[in-house]
């Protein structure tokens, strides 16, 4: 099955919520001066996990990044 992935970009208020974002999607980048983590996932689930994300107490905002990564053939 071939899926593109997404890269979404969540800003968070604690570093306690970061460590959520791993049940989410494949996470590349965490950084916990700035607040953000660096997540891609696939992009027929893209809906689904963004409101999941939302529901979380501590989630400032989140954007969807300008990569998105081709399936492998």
């Known amino acids: 099955m071939d899926q593109n992935r ?5 800003y968070t208020r604690k ?9 989410f999607g494949h996470v590349v980048y965490i950084s916990k ?13 893209k809906d689904y996990v963004i409101g999941k994300i939302r529901n979380l107490h501590g989630v400032q905002r989140i954007e969807i ?9």
């Open 65 to 73: 990044g300008p990569e998105v990564l081709e399936a492998i053939k």
């Open 15 to 23: 570093n306690n919520v970061q460590q959520k974002m791993f049940q």
């Open 6 to 10: 997404l890269q979404l970009i969540v």
């Open 33 to 45: 001066k700035m607040n953000y983590v660096c997540l891609y996932i696939n992009e027929n689930q």
